[in-house]
């Protein structure tokens, strides 16, 4: 099979020198997931690196085969990260079984390039891929050791990953002058494409610069030339002083970047970031960096000193980003290449409002931690006037994703998607502030269905699964393995759902013991104790989420938007022992689950919102608190006092 497929690529690419035979990242990708026939081969005594090398030969020989049955020179490529990089070490085990005619890739990212010449030294030519590995969101990287990181390397990623290794290449060459570099090939790797779209060429251009130019030259010497060498060609500057203006641009936009990025290792305000070692960019939501926010505001409404920092260079960006943007436009009869001056300016135009959204932050939790000690009626205008400017940067950030959206069709790599939720969560959260003074509540106008203290179980109102225990005002579940063997309570009456009011379940929650499924509230089948699979809010592992089935495709945003019973949102890291106020907003096409920290004023934002999650209609439900397990597993739950109620 894979012959034929090599026979179908070279006689399309009825030219290439070369064919790649793969062979990267197998010990990493695999981590013992084997399938039937090589889990019998590695019991039967032979290693990872034996099946590597077994395959890699026969693929090899397929190559040699083809060469000669096309009757043109052809050879094998190979990645070498396995015997430089990965695998069980730097080792270099088995690499005499490699023949010496094979070109090896080498990629690496950031420093040290010493596998290199450890592949020439043992005989083989070499093509180099360094990556714009770009870590922000805005513009290639320029300068990604400003500001330091916590993970050294990646000071040396971005556009400072590309010069290093061809400079590493050349050195090889002279040491190892038999063999030969065959230069490098920027890679844009992963999603890290998508945030540096308006400027990725930079890296690509670089790239070939450094190759056919003097690769012996250090970046830092010639980079500002460079930047401004590209950009008059990349737009087709038609002046000097338009091609000197772009060049300034670029240089602004990068340390309005890196204050961008000073700013998220204190609000961990950057969202959507994937395939990064940088602890700082990881399991970051904007609803988090509110919460950040209000850790640093005192009760008087005062930032501390950091926060007043953020908030100062903030304020200072969102001028000189948007005068860049407005620069950049400025352009637009100076050059030839108008479409891409456009992504240049949407990367102006989303550093700026990344900055307005920092300001936005701290002003509301300003104005909800000085809230309780003004009167009523300015409480609401603070809020009225907040919520307008939430709504502003809602929809300026809608027409950003209109922008970038159509780059990709699946995922949300940008994490605008994301991002959006979580504003339209914020909006409407001091919307309802600005509207009722409160958040609402049975005492605002509600009808309360159901109310258990939990002080004994009434079997009129429940049925039991498993051996639940009441003890001091809570039901205290514990899930006994397997699934099926449920422990806890499901509620014998059924409750209507109406297309519009929503039905509210509150409940508090302490996870004592966290499994791949507990702890789980969730529907349940009319006269039976099955779920009924239109939605579930569970605890996995150390976090919260929500699942809905639907028939259709739900769109980005969401974990899983896809259709069928799927995972659509996940919670930050909760703490095992915490309680938590949740708090369920069910209607016939939708759940929305909030969660706030026991004893969290209600004026403050929820720790997560999931917005209104769609599901296939259901017309009623009966419900189930429970924990439940596959075989081996443990879950344990403590619920508080539950509240069924509606608005009428």
Known sequence: FI??????????????????IGCSEIDMQWQGRYCPKCQAR?????????????????CIKAVNELSAELGRPIRPLMWGDEFYMYGPGRDWVGMERIPRDV???????????????GLMGRGYDVLGVPAM????????DLSPGDPPKSWPSMEQTGVRNISPLIQ?????????PAQEFWGSAAASFSKHRLRAFDSIWYGFVLNGHCTWSTPERPLEGYQDDFTRAFVRHYYD???????????????????CKSQLELANQTLHDVVGVYDTQEAGYQGNTLLGACRECRKRIGAQGDPDETLARIREAAVGIVKEASGLRDLVDAQRREVGRVEELADLWLAAEKIAAHAEREVLLIDTQTT????????????????????????????????????????YSVGDPCGFAALLRDLVTIEAHVSELAKSGMAMSPENGGKVLLE???????????????????????????????WGHYCGIVSREEFSLEEERPLVVEFDLTPLEMGVDSQLFTSATEGGDDVSYRFAFYGPTDRFGVFTRSATDLGNGWVDGSAGWRLRALSPTIELSSTYHVRASITRKSLRITVRQAGESVLQLPFWDTGMVPMDELHSTRMLWCDVEPEGKKGASRWGPITVWRFE
């Not at 006689?11 to 790649?20: A, K, N, V, W, Y």
């Not at 009167?375 to 027409?399: I, L, N, Q, S, V």
């Open 3 to 20: 012959k034929g497929l090599y026979r179908d690529l070279l006689m399309l690419f009825d030219d290439s020198p070369l064919i790649g």
């Open 103 to 117: 070109v090896m890739g080498y990629w690496k990212y950031w420093p040290d390039y010493a596998g290199l010449g």
């Open 237 to 255: 500057a038609r002046t000097r002083s338009a091609a000197d203006t772009l060049a300034d641009v670029y240089g602004r936009l990068d340390r």
């Open 133 to 140: 590995y770009n870590h922000t969101f805005y513009l290639a």
């Open 168 to 176: 590493a290449g050349a050195e090889s060459q002279r040491s190892h």
């Open 42 to 58: 590695v019991a039967a005594g032979e290693t990872v690196r034996d099946l590597l090398l077994g395959h890699a030969e026969k």
């Open 452 to 482: 258990e203290r939990f002080q004994s179980l009434d079997p009129v109102r429940w049925k039991t699964l498993g051996s639940p225990q009441v003890a001091n005002g809570q039901l205290e579940t514990r899930a006994p393995g397997g």
């Open 368 to 407: 909800l931690a000085l809230a309780p000690s003004w009167p009523a009626d300015r409480a609401r205008r603070e809020m009225t006037t907040e919520a307008r400017r939430w709504k502003f940067h809602r929809k300026r950030m809608e027409r950003i994703l209109r922008r970038t959206s159509p780059l």
